[in-house]
């Protein structure tokens, strides 16, 4: 047996003893309630912080940063891979689940992480790639020999190297020792684990059902590598790809089904660890057992109009020109927080290590606050890509790095300071896992520190706002008071437990008036955050007057 799974068992052992005498002292704590408050910081470790001068971040760099971020506000980290890899796409091609890649540092670094964020009211979650590892993990180079062993089956093989494609999937030819060609997940060193067939075609018999020996085998792995790193303390797992474990499952129904029993083995052994997905489908993903799912820009348009172009000729909302439509978002975002509302949080990020351009490109600082405004004071649980709270810009023309393409120009290091290398590591500059911008207007965070309205103390003072008020929580009932297509401003309650608070915002370079709905009864408003004096009382009701890049956040009193 592997020596790190066997400590892992023992471990599991102990820990399950221990939580079975405490079952009656206490009632455990609920990943649920500690999200309700959560605003997360996205890391991408070998970009963040590099500690020993190598040039690529590490652990020890995160921890090093732990009290920056929380005095940002943050209560929860999300790593993205940080296990042994080749790293021929960032780590998101896996050669050992139960090691701490030795670039970023060692399992007790990992777990002094855990700790350390814990002692400032922090939860850390990992990036769990579940369909697919590299092609240089150990239960591939067994399953690709001839000989049948126990790994033979936890691959999806056709049934002969003659087999050269497959309906919808990707076929790699004659790259094994067995008579066999293997299925990708995403690039052709990432063979897809094999989770088995909803919908096995009887014409392929290399199709295995779910509940065939080898998906079988497959799962109760998957489990017991959450169950290695729930012990070390993580917090939870945001799973990569998660709605594309199980092959032919036209409605999701069977990859669905698989993450209900995930989570209710979770309920019973680790209530207060969470489960993220990257599915982008809410409606699917959290009735089905995720306490969250991402709405990302590949595929919710609404989603990816609020920051980004989604056609040449189409305005972003968040746009001095005024020519965005909140619509394309709330169209696609209201049914989906309506199906979801009171089973789990949809969270909205900034941006990710995926997306390009970042939210920083082509804004100012107030346009900066105007968006964070928007993304702290809505439904759900916030994510902040990494840079994305000072405003830190894409990279263009950069070569691509470890997988990276067209996204590589979003992962460059974060931007500390003014010194070599924004203070993100002693290397020298050629040594850098990416190159530091070398523009003069560059931001950093020790350049915003002290300036009372920059972005870094916006998005501050905007998550202090959150933590402070119960209806800007996870959970507070989000209800739309205006939004019109080529409209301005766009209107917006949040209530919970008889707290009501109005956020209005205007993105663009006019102002903006206009009356509230009648059915907006305040006999007063306190300004929380933003524009002072924003709204005025009338006797036909409530105006809201918003110069050009402006918000406002009020109390109704």
Same mark, same amino acid.
């Given at each position: 047996m592997h020596p790190i799974r066997l400590f892992a068992y023992t471990a599991m052992a102990t820990v399950l003893v221990l939580r079975s005498l405490a079952a009656s002292a206490e009632v455990p704590a609920t990943a649920s309630s500690w999200l309700e408050s959560a605003v997360f910081y996205e890391i991408y470790p070998q970009s963040f912080r590099d500690s020993n001068g190598d040039g690529i971040g590490d652990l020890r760099g @995160?921890?090093?940063?732990?009290?920056?971020?929380? *005095? #940002?506000?943050?209560?929860?980290?999300?790593?993205?891979?940080?296990?042994?890899?080749?790293?021929?796409?960032?780590?998101?091609?896996?050669?050992?689940?139960?090691? @701490?890649?030795?670039?970023?540092?060692?399992?007790? *670094? #990992?777990?002094n992480l855990f700790a350390e964020a814990r002692k400032l009211g922090m939860h850390v979650m990992l990036d769990l790639v579940a369909g697919h590892t590299s092609d240089q993990h150990p239960w591939f180079r067994e399953s690709q020999r001839h000989e049948r062993n126990r790994y033979t089956d936890w691959y999806i093989w056709t049934n002969s190297v003659w087999t050269w494609s497959a309906p919808n999937q990707q076929v790699v030819v004659g790259a094994a020792e067995r008579d066999a060609n293997y299925i990708p997940n995403f690039f052709y060193f990432q063979p897809a684990l094999n989770y088995g067939y909803a919908q096995p075609d009887p014409k392929a018999p290399w199709q295995q059902p779910v509940d065939a020996p080898g998906p079988q085998a497959v799962r109760a792995e998957l489990k017991n590598i959450m169950r290695f790193w729930f012990d070390l303390g993580a917090s939870g797992f945001r799973v990569d790809m998660a709605g594309s474990l199980v092959k032919n499952d036209p409605d999701g129904r069977a990859t669905a089904a698989l993450w209900h029993e995930f989570r209710a083995w979770m309920d019973r052994e680790y209530p207060d660890r969470a489960l993220v997905s990257e599915w982008s489908s809410p409606q699917v993903a959290i009735p089905n057992g995720f306490h969250m799912d991402f709405l990302l820009p590949f595929n919710k348009p609404g989603y990816a109009s609020l920051f980004r172009k989604t056609a040449p000729d189409a305005n972003p909302f968040f746009d001095r020109s005024g020519r965005g439509d909140i619509r394309k978002f709330l169209d696609e975002f209201e049914p989906l927080y309506a199906a979801t509302k009171r089973q789990g949080f949809i969270a909205i990020p900034t941006g990710n290590h995926d997306t390009v351009p970042r939210i920083g490109d082509g804004r100012s600082g107030r346009d900066l606050a105007v968006?964070?405004?928007?993304?702290?004071?809505?439904?759900?649980?916030?994510?902040?890509?990494?840079?994305?709270?000072?405003?830190?810009?894409s990279t263009e023309g950069l070569p691509s790095k470890e997988g990276g393409f067209g996204r590589t120009g979003a992962r460059t290091p974060m931007q500390w300071d003014d010194s070599r290398n924004a203070g993100f590591s002693t290397a020298p500059a050629d040594r850098l896992y990416l190159p530091v911008p070398a523009a003069e207007d560059r931001p950093s965070v020790a350049a915003q520190r002290d300036v009372p309205d920059s972005a870094l103390n916006t998005v501050r003072a905007l998550i202090a706002l959150r933590h402070a008020h119960p209806a800007l929580g996870a959970s507070g009932d989000f209800t739309t008071i205006m939004a019109e297509a080529g409209k301005l401003p766009f209107v917006y309650e949040r209530t919970k437990g008889g707290e009501r608070i109005l956020v209005a915002l205007n993105p663009s370079a006019q102002p903006c008036e206009a009356r509230l709905p009648a059915e907006v009864n305040a006999a007063s408003l306190r300004a929380l955050a933003g524009e002072t004096a924003a709204f005025r009382r009338e006797a036909q009701g409530w105006m809201v007057n918003l110069p050009p890049v402006s918000y406002a956040v009020v109390k109704v009193e």
């Open positions: @995160v921890i090093g940063k732990l009290p920056y971020l929380h *005095d #940002l506000g943050v209560t929860g980290l999300w790593l993205n891979p940080c296990f042994e890899s080749p790293f021929r796409d960032a780590g998101y091609d896996v050669s050992d689940f139960y090691k @701490v890649a030795p670039r970023y540092g060692t399992n007790e *670094d #990992l777990r968006a964070h405004a928007f993304l702290l004071t809505m439904p759900g649980v916030p994510f902040i890509y990494y840079g994305d709270e000072i405003g830190q810009r």
